[in-house]
């Protein structure tokens, strides 16, 4: 568990974190993973999922999940209860992230972002990122995706 200045604290995710892991993802993304999903994701070996809480209440406010292989990290998931976001609780959680993946070796570190996603393609060149290449319609109904990568 780790802890930041700002009453934030970091943990893994437990299966008693779900209900409000689903509930983030819901109101978060158009296609929402399913409850199966997480469930899925904190039983694979190559999967880690790190929960946000606040500090007097514990309760989850955003997670990050992640997939370790070999010498590469890939971001799946990011994202912050809608009631707490613009507070740096993303930034916070990628940077627990990127000091996982500094501290565990790994080269290299990607991710997809919704193109439209101007905040987040932000925040992401912002932690060191950059587009390495575009994925038409990834996510659908016409919105394409990008690819970012940054090397640690």
């Given at each position: 568990?780790?802890?930041?200045?700002?009453?934030?604290?970091?943990?893994?995710?437990t299966a008693d974190d779900i209900d409000a892991v689903v509930e983030i993802e819901r109101s978060s993304f158009e296609r929402p993973w399913?409850?199966?999903?997480?469930?899925?994701?904190?039983?694979?070996?190559?999967?880690?999922?790190?929960?946000?809480?606040?500090?007097?209440?514990?309760?989850?406010?955003?997670?990050?999940?992640?997939?370790?292989?070999?010498?590469?990290?890939?971001?799946?998931?990011?994202?912050?209860h809608q009631d707490h976001r613009r507070q740096g609780i993303g930034r916070q959680l990628m940077k627990q992230a990127l000091d996982e993946?500094?501290?565990?070796?790994?080269?290299?570190?990607?991710?997809?972002?919704?193109?439209?996603?101007?905040?987040?393609?932000?925040?992401?060149?912002?932690?060191?990122?950059?587009?390495?290449?575009?994925?038409?319609?990834?996510?659908?109904?016409?919105?394409?995706?990008?690819?970012?990568?940054?090397?640690?």
């Open positions: 568990m780790t802890s930041t200045p700002t009453g934030i604290f970091f943990s893994e995710l399913s409850r199966d999903h997480f469930l899925r994701e904190l039983e694979s070996q190559i999967s880690r999922t790190i929960v946000g809480r606040g500090a007097a209440t514990k309760s989850a406010l955003g997670y990050v999940c992640r997939w370790l292989v070999v010498d590469e990290m890939q971001i799946l998931n990011l994202a912050v993946a500094r501290n565990a070796a790994i080269q290299c570190v990607t991710l997809e972002v919704r193109e439209a996603n101007l905040e987040a393609v932000a925040l992401y060149q912002s932690l060191g990122f950059v587009r390495v290449g575009r994925r038409s319609n990834y996510y659908g109904q016409g919105h394409d995706g990008v690819l970012m990568t940054l090397t640690t």
